[in-house]
Structure formats: structure tokens, C-alpha cells
């Protein structure tokens, strides 16, 4: 699997848009993007998924630039709650072993 | 999404017992569960596949003859740490997923300490 790289920490404040980047240079034609995130003490929870076409569904939009370098998780209106750490995966498939990297602290700042 | 439980939430033993956890995937059937680890401030490390029916494919490193899988059904599937010592104390994390689903359902996570 193609490996991510993540800021280690950012911040936003409360009721902005969060902007998380992944870089994924080497990222082949059949692997999606997926994002997941975990709070402090809990099972991961996953986010959403793309291929090459941009995505938003219920909590996030993914955003994947033309060449699938590099993406960005965009939270619209950050809360409290969203403070977590996020992690970007490349996967050919969701449903087999996933590879953790060290993702990004998101703190939301009141 | 779906859900996944895991039993249970926390766990102290003495060095030297075996403790099971439990994870069971409550509304979809998981022909494939996986076992993570993580360690404070650390990120999770995958401990082994399991598909139903068959035995666990076990990640270098991981002792499969301590840490013992059984995926014996479509929705439960157990890990038991066996001759438990302090060093295994830490998080462990389940995830369920199926051949038509794109993503993996995570448990709440299992909190181990071994005295």
C-alpha cells in the first residue's frame, strides 16, 4: 500500500472548515483514499472514501487532486467533538488490513 | 454504520492469566475481523486477519501461540492473550467488514493492564 504523509498536529477553531492535507505520491490507479479518524480513547470511525472524484457525504468532503498525489479532508464547521486524531489510508480495498500511520492531531479551539 | 462491540471495555489481570475479549459485529455479517494494538501516544498496529472459518493470519512479530484468534462464526470473533504479562498491557481494537462493504467498523476498543 502506498504510504501517507500527514501534518502531526493543527488546530482550528470552533465553526470553521478544518482543512486536513495528505500527501500519497505513490498511490496507484486501483487504490481509494480513505479517511478515518480517532478520539481519544475509542475504535477508530471511518469518514468517507474516494477514488478520483471528489466526495461529501453526512461529516466530510474529500477532496483528490487531478494527478491523486495528494487530498484533503475537509470538515465544513468544525465542533468541539471533532477534536481527534485523523488518519489518511490508501487502500485497494476498504475491507482488508489497514496500515495506521501516525496521522494528524485536530484540535478544535473554542 | 454498522456496529461492533467489544467485551470487554476494560480489563486488570495478575501476570501469568489468560484473558478473552470479545468482539461481535451486531448487524452485518464479518467474514473478516481484524485485531489491532495500540500503545499510548502511539498509533494502532495490526495483530492478525481472521475470515470465519479459517485460522488467523498472524503479522511478523505477532506470537500466535500467545495471542490466540478464533473467528469461529459470522459475528464473533475472540482474541485471548494468554500467560498475560505487563508488557501486554494496552489497547486492543477490533474491526469488522464483509466482501460487500468498502470500510472497516471498529469496536470501542479493550483496555488491558496487566499487574
Known amino acids: 500500500d502506498a504510504k501517507t504523509t500527514q501534518p502531526p498536529s493543527m488546530d482550528c477553531a470552533e465553526g470553521r472548515a478544518a482543512n486536513l492535507p495528505c500527501n500519497h505520491s505513490t498511490i496507484s490507479g486501483n487504490e481509494y483514499v480513505y479517511w478515518y479518524r480517532q478520539i481519544h480513547s475509542q475504535g477508530p470511525q471511518y469518514i468517507i472514501h474516494g477514488l478520483k472524484n471528489n466526495e461529501t457525504n453526512e461529516m466530510a468532503s474529500l477532496i483528490i487532486t487531478e494527478d491523486r498525489k495528494s487530498s484533503t479532508l475537509i470538515l465544513p464547521h468544525a465542533t468541539l467533538r471533532d477534536t481527534a486524531v485523523y488518519y489518511c489510508i490508501i487502500s485497494n480495498f476498504g475491507n482488508e488490513k489497514l496500515t495506521f500511520g501516525t496521522g494528524t492531531r485536530l484540535t478544535i479551539i473554542p | 454504520g454498522a456496529v461492533v462491540s467489544q467485551h470487554p471495555s476494560w480489563v486488570i489481570c495478575k501476570s501469568g492469566t489468560s484473558v478473552k475479549i470479545e468482539c461481535r459485529s451486531l448487524d452485518f455479517q464479518a467474514t473478516t475481523m481484524f485485531w489491532y494494538r495500540q500503545f499510548p501516544k502511539q498509533s494502532l498496529m495490526l495483530m492478525a486477519t481472521?475470515?470465519?472459518?479459517?485460522?488467523?493470519?498472524?503479522e511478523q512479530g505477532v506470537e500466535k501461540d500467545k495471542f490466540l484468534i478464533n473467528h469461529a462464526s459470522l459475528t464473533l470473533s475472540t482474541l485471548t492473550v494468554t500467560s498475560a504479562h505487563p508488557e501486554d498491557s494496552s489497547f486492543y481494537i477490533c474491526?469488522?467488514?464483509?466482501?460487500?462493504?468498502?470500510?472497516?467498523?471498529f469496536g470501542p476498543g479493550t483496555r488491558l493492564t496487566v499487574l
Open positions: 481472521s475470515n470465519e472459518g479459517s485460522k488467523a493470519t498472524y
Open positions: 474491526s469488522a467488514t464483509g466482501p460487500l462493504v468498502r470500510e472497516q467498523f
